[in-house]
Each structure stands twice: as structure tokens, then as C-alpha cells.
């Protein structure tokens, strides 16, 4: 977008034409030397992105015997990396160094236009295996099992974004001059319109492809896809046994697995333990300037595409299955199943009912030690039952008025069970509001696990009351830090600055040792359960041979349970340990139908 965004710390300064801070994407091209009139203007990023998929199949079943059945296949497919039609790439362009943090360290690294974003896999070969046994001969039971590997394509969006937001056509920064971000006042106002960029953003570039003078302090946010990129894939395994109990009635059980290897995430690498403080006591130093250094100074939170996240899934369902006879038929299936991974993708869908880390997707919390972060999914559900079920009702069948009156109705229910998913304890405030433990520059970080603490099995009141005691803050004087009988239970001496920690007296000690990572696991406690039970009652009344006229009556959420989100697991909220949302409450429709 060519439009500039600006923030105002009230609004009084909003109606002073007084912002405090000025972001933007702006362009980068032909800013060293004598600089063109485009640099540092506001800008937009068109592309003509292409890219050329292929993949080709082969696939036999074989009957071995009458009662064995085995099901061959071999897919192969390549993803090609993709090509912009005016040449138009970019991306984070690695020096070297023995792992990526080295890399981003070298005073090489720098990020400008390339030829290609990441070089094709061509291994990507994908066997499949099925087998179907029918141990007794009698057409009554079977045996499957089968093995298969996909893959996955990397999707657009992944590095669309990754290649048009960077220099030199493009990049995303922002100057707030108050804090040393830019020297320049922003300029704002009537006689400023249309907006007018900030003249830091036309800066030289620096030698790593940011805005110089390195004095002003303005930092770039490049976007990269590492060059080694490897197609994520998956490797399926299943074992089931079907057995017909009666002529209508039909059992199964089956073991699934599932393992996600190289999963595409969005990482931000440019950060380390301890950049803004590592020692208290050796404050002003370079251990303790309060100052987020990072790896690579110049450039702000970076987003590196690559294959970072690994997950595993094992379930076991069973299914009851009834076919229609004698007016019912029905479906029950139970699974129980856990989930793994060190990094869930953000959103799900679902912005209200997700984890803080999920929501705002912020990565790990120790980018160094990212097998820190495996635990249960953001999705996993470690028990579900879910029943279908339709009867038709018994009619009369001596009287014709009330045959046609009493007879003919159909009752359909969906009952769900599942019991709470994960959610995560953490703080999502930055390093001088008492968070940010490890001091990397990221809000992302969990405290201590407290001894004994309980982490399932709470009660709805519980939940809404809130689960660890009253979340109402209270700040100290300077209101840099703040506690809460809530956030005690993870930090006893509270969420105390480190600026208050040096300057405030009395002594206010932080709630982990500066620049070190607490040890609760993510995704340590359960949420509440889901119970929900739907119910429909129909008719089809004939109106004539040409004409149905059909009436419905449906309850949702038949008892009106309440089913709530998953409770705020930020330390620093006010809300922390509650539950604010819940799903939808009791609903019932009536409606008229006419077929003809």
C-alpha cells in the first residue's frame, strides 16, 4: 500500500496534528550517491509472480488372493521455485557462517534482489502402500493397513510477502523521533497533504541494505525465504480392523500416525538471550544497555521462511455404525489422540479462541533452542465422541387422519464431546513492562512452573471467575511495572521493569533472573471441555403429486450449555485466567418448506 500510517498518544496531540510516530512502506531504490526523486517515497508493491508445478503417478491394485488385496502407488512432484516476469526478487541474502545466526551476524549479510528465492527440490518422491486382508474368507471382517508420503506446496503467501517487502524496491519501517528513531520531525498537517514520508526514509543505504545514517536509528524489517528451503512433507501410517457384528451393525478400529517434517513457519532470527540486559550489575555496559541490539543492528524483527516446525499425531478412533433399517440408523465415533509440534501456525481460523503466541504468531520464545517450545498442539484434543443419529418415529397405522397427522416424522441428533484443548501461561509485554525474561526483543516468554500447580480438570466456574485468583493489576508509581493475586502464582515478586529493578527503590526484583528462560513447557494447561447436542424434528407432507411441503423444527446447543473459549494466558493482562467468550448459546428455528 502507498499510504502512510501514523500514531498519536492522544487525542489531543491528534487534534494538534502531533503524531509521535510515522510507518511506512516507502522505496529504496537508487538511495546511495546522489539519490533519485523516488527514494524514500511512498510506495506500493505490484508483482507478476509465476511458478511451473509438475507431477506425474503411477498406481496398481493388486489381488494376490480372493481375500488379500494389496494397493501400489508412487507419486512424484516438483514445486519450481518462483520467477517474477520483470525480474523483480529480493530477499535476505546470507553471509557466511556455520548456522543462521552466525550468518545473520556477518557484516555481508545484506538483502537486495536475487535471480531466484530458493532453489527446487527435485527429490520429491512419494511412495504409497495399502493392504486389505480378510483373515476369515466371509466377507465379515477385514484387516487394512497402509503407509503413505505427501507433500506439501509451498503456498503462495508464503513468500509473496517475503519477496515484495523488501529493498530495493520496497520496505516496511517507521520513525519515532522521541524515542531516537529518526531525527526528522513528522511531517503532518494540512500544509502536509497528502501525506508527506519522514526525509529519514531517504536515508543511504547501508551496506546491509538498511537506512543509514546508522546514527539515526532507523531500522528496516526485511522479509527473507532461506535458499535451502526443502518441500515440508508428511508420513502417514494406518492400522484398522472392520468386523460386521450384525446384518445392519458394523464395528471399527483403527490406529492412525501421522509425522510433519520441515513444516513452513515465519521466524523472526535476528535476536538473542540477554541483547537488551544480561547482567543487573553491570549496567550502562554492553551487557546491560537496554538497548535491542540484535544480531544484525540496522534491521528490526526480521521474517525468514523455513522449515522449522515438526509435528506428531497418534490416534486411535473406533466407529459403531449402524445402516438404515426399521427406521434408525447412526454413527457413533470415539477418538483419543495427542498432537506435538514446537510451532503451530497462527490464526487457525480463529483469532478469539487461539493461544497469544498463535494469534499474533510471534515464534518460539528461545529462537536458539526451538525444540524448547515442543508440547501439545494448539489444536489438540485428547478425547472426542460424536454421535449422528436419525429415527423415524413410529406412525399409527389404524387410523388415516392421524397416520397422516402423527406419522411420517423423522427426529435427527448430533451430540459432541471433546474434551479442553492446551493453552499456554505466558507474558506478552515488552522488556520495560516486567516481561520479556530472556531480553531477545521478543513479547513472547513463559515464567517458572509454580510446584503442585494444577493444570486440568477445572470447573466453567473456574474458568470465568479466573483459574489462578483475581486478575485486577495494580502499577507502581511509575507504572512501568504491575502485579496482580493472578500473576503472583507464576511471579510472587510480580512484573517488575528492570527499570524499576535499577532506579525505583525499594528494590523491586524481576520475575526470572534477566536474559534467562523460564522452564513451564508450552501449552501446559487444558481449557474447558466442549459438550454441545443438536436436535431436529421434520416432516414431509405430500400436497398433491407435484408439490412437498416439508416442516423443520431444529435446536442448537439443545441444553443450552455454556462452552467457553479458552481462558487469557497472558500474565500481564487484566484478564489473565479468565474466560471472556464462549460459543453460541441455545438457538431454535422453525421454518416452512414448499418442493415442488
Given at each position: 500500500t502507498s499510504k502512510p500510517f501514523f500514531e498519536f498518544s492522544s487525542i489531543y496531540a491528534f487534534a494538534a496534528d502531533e503524531p509521535y510516530l510515522q510507518a511506512a512502506l516507502v522505496n529504496r531504490?537508487?538511495?546511495?550517491?546522489?539519490?533519485?526523486?523516488?527514494?524514500?517515497?511512498?510506495?506500493?508493491?505490484?508483482?507478476?509472480?509465476?511458478?511451473?508445478?509438475?507431477?506425474?503417478?503411477?498406481?496398481?491394485?493388486?489381488?494376490?488372493?480372493?481375500?488379500?488385496?494389496?494397493?501400489?502407488?508412487?507419486?512424484y512432484e516438483v514445486f519450481g521455485s518462483p520467477t517474477e516476469t520483470n525480474g523483480i526478487?529480493?530477499?535476505?541474502i546470507l553471509g557466511q557462517g556455520s548456522n543462521i545466526f552466525q550468518q545473520i551476524a556477518n557484516p555481508s549479510t545484506t538483502v537486495g534482489r536475487v535471480s531466484k528465492l530458493w532453489n527446487t527440490n527435485k527429490k520429491n518422491f512419494a511412495p504409497r502402500i495399502g493392504v486389505s486382508?480378510?483373515?476369515?474368507?466371509?466377507?465379515?471382517?477385514?484387516?487394512?493397513?497402509?503407509?503413505?508420503?505427501?507433500?506439501?506446496?509451498?503456498?503462495?503467501?508464503?513468500?509473496?510477502?517475503?519477496?515484495?517487502?523488501?529493498?530495493?524496491?520496497?520496505?516496511?519501517?517507521?520513525?519515532?523521533?522521541?524515542?531516537?528513531?529518526?531525527?526528522?520531525?513528522?511531517?503532518?498537517?494540512?500544509?502536509?497533504?497528502?501525506?508527506?514520508?519522514?526525509?529519514?526514509?531517504s536515508g543511504p543505504t547501508l551496506p546491509n541494505g538498511g537506512i543509514g545514517?546508522?546514527?539515526?536509528?532507523?531500522?528496516?524489517?526485511?522479509?527473507?525465504?532461506?535458499?535451502?528451503?526443502?518441500?515440508?512433507?508428511?508420513?502417514?501410517?494406518f492400522f484398522g480392523i472392520q468386523r460386521q457384528l450384525m446384518r445392519d451393525l458394523a464395528l471399527?478400529?483403527?490406529?492412525?500416525?501421522?509425522?510433519?517434517?520441515?513444516?513452513?513457519?515465519?521466524?523472526?532470527?535476528?535476536?538473542?538471550?540477554?541483547?537488551?540486559?544480561?547482567?543487573?550489575?553491570?549496567?550502562?555496559?554492553?551487557?546491560?544497555d537496554l538497548f535491542n541490539n540484535r544480531l544484525n543492528l540496522g534491521w528490526g524483527q526480521i521474517t525468514q521462511i523455513s522449515n522449522e516446525s515438526h509435528s506428531s499425531y497418534n490416534g486411535l478412533n473406533a466407529q459403531l455404525?449402524?445402516?438404515?433399517?426399521?427406521?434408525?440408523?447412526?454413527?457413533a465415533n470415539y477418538t483419543w489422540g495427542k498432537v506435538l509440534d514446537n510451532v503451530t501456525e497462527g490464526g487457525l481460523?480463529?483469532?478469539?479462541?487461539?493461544?497469544?503466541?498463535?494469534?499474533?504468531?510471534?515464534?518460539v520464545q528461545d529462537i536458539q533452542n526451538q525444540r524448547g517450545d515442543r508440547g501439545s498442539s494448539e489444536f489438540d484434543a485428547t478425547h472426542r465422541f460424536a454421535l449422528s443419529a436419525l429415527w423415524t418415529l413410529p406412525s399409527p397405522k389404524s387410523n388415516a387422519v392421524l397416520k397422516n397427522v402423527l406419522g411420517g416424522w423423522k427426529l435427527n441428533s448430533i451430540v459432541s464431546l471433546q474434551s479442553g484443548r492446551p493453552f499456554d501461561v505466558f507474558?506478552?509485554?515488552?522488556?520495560?513492562?516486567?516481561?520479556?525474561?530472556?531480553?531477545?526483543?521478543?513479547?513472547?516468554?513463559?515464567?517458572?512452573?509454580?510446584?503442585?500447580?494444577?493444570?486440568?480438570?477445572?470447573?466453567?466456574?473456574?474458568?470465568v471467575n479466573g483459574l489462578f485468583g483475581d486478575p485486577a493489576l495494580t502499577y507502581s508509581s511509575t507504572f512501568d511495572s504491575r502485579t496482580s493475586q493472578a500473576s503472583q502464582v507464576f511471579c510472587p515478586n510480580g512484573l517488575n521493569s528492570i527499570l524499576d529493578t535499577l532506579f525505583l527503590p525499594p528494590y523491586l526484583p524481576p520475575c526470572l533472573p534477566v536474559g534467562t528462560n523460564g522452564n513451564l513447557s508450552r501449552n501446559a494447561f487444558r481449557g474447558p471441555a466442549f459438550k454441545k447436542v443438536d436436535l431436529s424434528l421434520f416432516k414431509d407432507i405430500k400436497a398433491g403429486d407435484q408439490v412437498t411441503v416439508q416442516f423443520q423444527a431444529a435446536a442448537f446447543n439443545l441444553f443450552n450449555r455454556v462452552n467457553l473459549y479458552n481462558p487469557v494466558g497472558d500474565l500481564g493482562s487484566p484478564q489473565f485466567g479468565q474466560s471472556t467468550h464462549a460459543f453460541e448459546p441455545r438457538e431454535i428455528q422453525l421454518g416452512l418448506k414448499i418442493l415442488f
Open positions: 531504490n537508487n538511495c546511495t550517491g546522489s539519490p533519485s526523486p523516488t527514494c524514500g517515497q511512498f510506495t506500493d508493491t505490484p508483482r507478476h509472480f509465476r511458478w511451473t508445478q509438475y507431477a506425474g503417478f503411477a498406481q496398481d491394485d493388486w489381488k494376490v488372493s480372493s481375500r488379500l488385496t494389496l494397493n501400489l502407488g508412487l507419486r526478487l529480493s530477499n535476505i486382508w480378510d483373515p476369515t474368507g466371509k466377507g465379515e471382517m477385514v484387516v487394512r493397513s497402509g503407509f503413505s508420503i505427501a507433500y506439501l506446496e509451498p503456498y503462495s503467501n508464503l513468500y509473496t510477502n517475503a519477496s515484495r517487502l523488501d529493498p530495493p524496491d520496497a520496505i516496511t519501517t517507521f520513525v519515532e523521533p522521541s524515542v531516537g528513531i529518526g531525527v526528522s520531525p513528522i511531517p503532518y498537517g494540512l500544509s502536509q497533504f497528502p501525506f508527506i514520508p519522514s526525509p529519514d526514509f545514517p546508522l546514527a539515526n536509528g532507523v531500522s528496516i524489517t526485511p522479509s527473507g525465504v532461506a535458499a535451502n528451503l526443502r518441500t515440508a512433507y508428511s508420513l502417514q501410517w471399527s478400529i483403527n490406529y492412525v500416525g501421522t509425522r510433519g517434517v520441515g513444516g513452513y513457519t515465519r521466524e523472526d532470527y535476528n535476536r538473542y538471550n540477554g541483547d537488551i540486559c544480561s547482567d543487573l550489575n553491570a549496567f550502562y555496559g554492553p551487557n546491560c455404525k449402524k445402516n438404515y433399517s426399521h427406521g434408525l440408523t447412526f454413527s481460523g480463529d483469532y478469539l479462541n487461539v493461544n497469544g503466541y498463535s494469534g499474533l504468531y510471534s515464534g507474558c506478552g509485554l515488552a522488556w520495560y513492562s516486567g516481561c520479556d525474561f530472556n531480553m531477545d526483543g521478543l513479547a513472547y516468554d513463559r515464567p517458572n512452573r509454580p510446584v503442585g500447580i494444577k493444570t486440568s480438570g477445572f470447573s466453567n466456574q473456574q474458568f
